[in-house]
C-alpha cells in the first residue's frame, strides 16, 4: 500500500492556474508519490488539460506553488521536465508523412539530449528497447501513416518511453480507439507501470476502464472535488455533485453522457 511518508514528486500546494479572468484550476492542493498509477476524471472543462499542461512546464502557477522531483523551476527546459514522458492527446496522423516508426521513437530522445546533440548508436538502442516495451519492434521500418489508430498510439507511448522518464503522462490515450484497442492501450499502460516501475498520471474520460487498475482517482471540476482509492472517489453523491444531470450509474458502472466518446 502506497502511504504519505513517500516524498512526493508532484506536489501542488493551493496552487491556481488560468489567464487574466479565467479560473482554469482553483487552490489546488495534491500529491503524487513515486510508483503510483493515478487517474484524473472529470467533466469537459474541469481543469484536466490544465493539470496536464502545468506539469509539463506550459503553464506557471497564478498563485500557490508547484513543484516537481523538488522543483519549482518554471521553465520548459529545466532538466527535470526530461524526465517526464508525455503522450498528448490523439491527433490526426497523415498517412502520407514519410516517416517510420522508429524515426517517430527517436524523436523522443531530443527532450532528453537537448537539441543540439545529435542521437547516435546507443539512442537507437534506447529507442528499440522502447518499440520492444511496447511490442512494435517488428514494425520499426513501417510508414507510421499505414499503422492502426492502436498501433500508432503504442508508438506514440515508446516515444514518451524513450526519454527514459520516471513520469508517464498521458492525456486522453483511448480516445478515437475502438473499445479492442481501448482496452488493450491501458493494458499496455498498466503492464509498463508495473514492469517499468513508472509513476503514471493518465487523464481520462473513461473511468470504468480504469477504476479497477488506478492506485488513486483525481476528480476535479475547476476545485479538486476528491482524491483517494476509487472506492472512495466513485461514490453518487460526490459524483452527482461534478457531473449533475450528466451521470448515470448503472450497477458498478459510472455513465456520463456528456464525456460518452464515439470511436472515429
Given at each position: 500500500?502506497?502511504?504519505?511518508?513517500?516524498?512526493?514528486?508532484?506536489r501542488?500546494d493551493?496552487a491556481s492556474?488560468?489567464?487574466?479572468?479565467v479560473?482554469?484550476?482553483?487552490?489546488?492542493?495534491?500529491s503524487?508519490?513515486?510508483?503510483?498509477?493515478?487517474?484524473v476524471?472529470?467533466?469537459?472543462?474541469?481543469?484536466?488539460t490544465?493539470?496536464?499542461?502545468?506539469?509539463?512546464g506550459?503553464?506557471?502557477?497564478?498563485?500557490g506553488?508547484?513543484?516537481i522531483?523538488d522543483?519549482?523551476?518554471?521553465q520548459?527546459?529545466c532538466?527535470?521536465?526530461?524526465?517526464?514522458?508525455?503522450?498528448?492527446?490523439k491527433?490526426?496522423?497523415?498517412?502520407?508523412?514519410?516517416?517510420?516508426v522508429?524515426?517517430t521513437?527517436?524523436?523522443?530522445?531530443?527532450g532528453?539530449l537537448?537539441?543540439?546533440?545529435?542521437?547516435?548508436?546507443?539512442?537507437r538502442?534506447i529507442?528499440?528497447?522502447?518499440?520492444?516495451?511496447?511490442?512494435?519492434?517488428?514494425?520499426?521500418d513501417t510508414a507510421l501513416g499505414?499503422?492502426s489508430?492502436?498501433?500508432?498510439?503504442?508508438v506514440?507511448?515508446?516515444?514518451?518511453l524513450?526519454q527514459?522518464?520516471?513520469v508517464?503522462l498521458?492525456d486522453?490515450?483511448?480516445?478515437?480507439?475502438?473499445?479492442?484497442m481501448q482496452?488493450?492501450?491501458?493494458?499496455?499502460?498498466?503492464?509498463?507501470?508495473d514492469?517499468l516501475?513508472l509513476t503514471?498520471l493518465l487523464?481520462?474520460?473513461d473511468?470504468?476502464?480504469?477504476?479497477?487498475?488506478?492506485?488513486?482517482?483525481v476528480?476535479?471540476?475547476?476545485?479538486l472535488y476528491?482524491?483517494?482509492p476509487?472506492?472512495?472517489?466513485?461514490?453518487?453523491d460526490?459524483?452527482?455533485?461534478?457531473?449533475?444531470k450528466?451521470?448515470?450509474i448503472?450497477?458498478k458502472?459510472?455513465?456520463i453522457?456528456?464525456?460518452y466518446?464515439?470511436p472515429?
Open positions: 500500500m502506497l502511504t504519505d511518508s513517500r516524498q512526493p514528486i508532484i501542488f493551493h492556474f488560468g489567464f487574466p479572468g479560473i482554469a484550476l482553483k487552490d489546488i492542493s495534491l503524487i508519490y513515486a510508483g503510483e498509477f493515478v487517474g476524471i472529470g467533466p469537459n472543462g474541469s481543469g484536466k490544465t493539470l496536464c499542461r502545468a506539469v509539463l506550459l503553464m506557471a502557477p497564478m498563485e506553488h508547484l513543484h522531483f522543483c519549482a523551476c518554471e520548459l527546459r532538466h527535470h521536465r526530461a524526465k517526464i514522458g508525455y503522450l498528448p492527446q491527433g490526426v496522423v497523415d498517412r502520407n508523412f514519410p516517416v517510420t522508429l524515426e521513437v527517436m524523436m523522443g530522445r531530443y532528453a537537448g537539441l543540439f546533440r545529435r542521437p547516435g548508436a546507443k539512442d538502442e529507442a528499440m528497447d522502447a518499440l520492444t516495451h511496447v511490442a512494435m519492434d517488428r514494425h520499426k499505414s499503422l489508430g492502436g498501433q500508432q498510439q503504442r506514440f507511448i515508446a516515444r514518451a524513450a527514459q522518464p520516471k508517464l498521458l486522453e490515450p483511448t480516445t478515437g480507439l475502438d473499445i479492442t482496452h488493450n492501450v491501458i493494458e499496455l499502460v498498466q503492464h509498463l507501470h514492469e516501475k503514471v487523464i481520462t474520460h473511468i470504468n476502464m480504469i477504476r479497477s487498475r488506478v492506485d488513486r482517482l476528480l476535479l471540476k475547476t476545485w476528491a482524491a483517494g476509487p472506492s472512495d472517489v466513485l461514490k453518487p460526490i459524483l452527482s455533485q461534478v457531473y449533475g450528466d451521470l448515470v448503472s450497477g458502472d459510472v455513465v453522457v456528456e464525456d466518446h464515439h472515429h
